[in-house]
């Protein structure tokens, strides 16, 4: 033996995740193995993934490599499954979110101030901040194991994904959806900009926040002494009220001091009068800020609206026109005037006097005081809700009246549900919630007031034709000046190149907004496949700010025809309102159909105790810290095992209770390594197809059918993209070989067993073949050692070898094993119900509901370590039945003593329907309390029923004392540093000469050559 190398590589202890990581990332480069699979695909039948952009504004976090996990987990099985794919990553490189992060480090904090700091200089900062973002993601990415096609990324901020959406936006535009709309949004005062629907609907918008609670009083005009009182929580827009609001049906109440109310809100006050709303309805009343400029011109009256809510407030509804949705909608319906106080930044215009200048909420102060020193403030506290707030910079959000550009959708809302409907939702929950979007969705906005985005191509003309510009070219044939110093389609360049309007011929300007960051993702199954595009250009991707940053080409329609729509594309729930919607929105505009065949959702991430992370808590957790200290397999391991439709708490404690689940395995590997490098096996490749067992041992046999089964399951599993069904099968099918297989053959593994070596050897290949989607490290490692490295046929790596199929497997086996592990469970539940130890023997085993574990009593017998096994045939649970006294007391009279005494004495007969016959009654089973009695030493599962005699005679106390010297001598063996083949002599106490009379047994088990007896300690020595 010593002369040869060992077949394989020792294994120590434990696994170093990172470090085998680090090696493998290393070996992988060094390989090529990546590009030798994408080469050994080429020619497969493809498989479409379009990858949604990942903001570049930051490095890797652990939020994104929770996605970045499951498209690479696919994207190699279908790679081992041999389909041909594109890789490509993406990233969105313009937007608030670049704008704001840029914002931050200069510490700029107004548009002002940006535009102070120059357009062009602040568009140059937000490029390098993309580029910096986009080596550190794409640094993190790979060190998360995620294969993709690096350096032919595509950048949401080149010229040419600017153009696409150019060009839809046109044909938006000739369809006649286009329009500006003036209305009243939520408005980020920090940003300076409207925000949409869908952006209100990302994760963190709506925030816990405690406002002011104003009750106000309005003076009648008419009715002296009188006043309506209104309630507020926005104390800013009081200087815009035009307006107070009844439920014209309901009732309102006069108190004695002159307040009204609704009496619904108030119902155990006195009032002095009480009157339908319509009769206030018309009413004049003094606006509480008539003393400001802009108030003192209204004439404040009360007005019907069968909206106003009983729930809260007083009844009677502060409508400040410029300041809310329905108040500016109440305006048109009434011919009210709108005031809107504050500008783009949320400071009070000028004619608001001394509000002039203050922002909504350092103006509320003042406007409590001034209300109380007029006499108008009736009550004044904190009201805790639910508060929108900028989904980028965290602000409370306002409305204003603004001018947008929006989308109108009900020309394609039917359009966009009927493709909808197509698409394979997973969790399918996901897909309902789409639909429910699609159909309450109103036009999308899609301008933004902001400087690094989208610039809208649209120049309206003061002669009334609204310019739409389709392309670079086409820009470039309008232009009357400036297309030579356009050096990328952004501002401020292309703010200063004016054009000719079709119309009249006069020169028109670009307006100033740019796009929804959406339409950037949105358009990317257009852009990036070359859609419409006659002639395949060469790196036609990396165009505009992009330039230099990637060498993506610009392919042609054909391609396009060939990837569209993608198999299949995944990213968190919040995206159902934003990349699903706006990809499938453009899409079906420009196609008529949906972009994607199949989505994985998955809810969001936590922290381990269930907070959302939060860099202020100092729970987030850096991808960096979490690879040094997890590794990437286990946070992978983490990602994959969670249901899609729940929240993952994610953290260090549950992957270290990862890492020792992992141990199982690794020990079962080590297991392997250790003997078989004792006993000089040497595995043959070929076992890995159908497997190397034919009419050997049952267990062999057994092992074999699980392994696929495993395969069968994994592959399923996979086909479904349900990662966590992947996970508990591959976890079961290791405990099935460590727990029931080698613990039940580690004999066989002392001495060159042939069989059992093969069938163990291809249980666990086949297993990290499966495994390794999610864990690529360690299915790669360990595929070197106990494949590549023996097995001279074998591809050098896991992810060269194709996905592994299921042979035939024996249902039978599975299922008569299954039962035999689940009732030496139930037993193994019994001992630890009743203290006793699995050391101590016990008479007997009784089992009722077993259908195939007849054929296994002498495993029963040692896994339990019982004498006798009883299968029985009648139901072990016994009920205990009380008289239902509420039905049976009127029936029964006073017989229903005698009836409740046989009851308790067990004296009565089972009836029909779960009925009972007793005391000369049939009673019925809803007559009956029914209580189910456990049994000393019983446990149950749904079908099987276990039971251990757990009474204990003299033999059976000896016999576990014999067992617990075997245990101790074994041990003090191994801290002596035995080999497995020393002989012992022992010396006993005198109290333990009684155990003697299993002497053979003892020797057996500890391989002494002689015990005695002389009163000492427990000694051992060798021999
Ligand atoms: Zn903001
Ligand atoms: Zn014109």
Redesign the pocket.
Known sequence: MSALEPVFQPLPNVPDHPALELEVLDWWERERVFEQLRGRNRSGPKWSFIDGPVTANKALAVHTAWGRTLKDVFQRYKAMRGFDQRYQNGFDCQGLWIEVGVERELGLNSKREIEDFGLEEFARRCREKVIWSAEELTRGSKRLGQWMDWGNDYFTFSDTNIEYIWRFLKLIHERGWLYKGHRSTEWCPRCGTSLSQHELSQAGVYQDRADPSLFVRLPLRERAGQSLVIWTTTPWTLPANVAAAVHPDSEYGLRSNGEWVAVARYPTETFTRRVRGEELVGLRYSGPFDTLEPGSGVEHRVIPWDDVSMDEGTGIVHIATGCGTEDFELSKVHDLPVLMPVDEAGRFYDEYGWLHGLGTAEAADQIVGNLAERGLLVEAGLYEHRYPHCWRCDTPLIFRIADDWLIAVDGIRGQLIDANSGVSWTPDYFGKRMEDWLRNMGDWNISRRRYYGLPLPFYP?????L?VIGSRAELDERALSGIEQLEELHRPWVDRVPIR?D????E?ERIKEVGDVWLDAGIVPFSTLGWENPEWRKGGYATGASAGLSDADLPDHAYWEKWFPADWVSEMREQIRLWFYSQLFMSVALTGRAPFQAVLGYEKMLDERGREMHGSWGNMIDAEDAFARMGADVMRWQYCAQPPNQNLLFGFGPADEIKRRLLTIWNSVSFLVQYANIEGFRPMYGDLEGGPVTGAQPLDRWLHSRTQQLVAEATEALEATLTVQLIRAFDAFVDDLSNWYIRRSRRRFYSLDERAFRTLWTALVQALRVISPVMPFLAEHLWRNLVAGPCEEAPSSIFLAPWPEAGERDEGLLSEISELREIVELGRQVRSQENIKLRQPLRRLFVYGARYAQAHVEELEEELRVKDVEFQDAPLVRFSYKPNLRILGPRLGKDIVRVREALAAGDFEPGPNGGVHAAGYDLAADELLVERKEERGWAHSETLSVGLDVELDDELRLEARVLDLIHTLNTMRKEAGLQLTDRIEVTLPESDSDLLAHAEWIKQETLAVDLRPDGGELRIEKV
């Open positions: 003309c003061s002669c009334g034709r310019n309007c119309a009249c011929g006069g028109v």
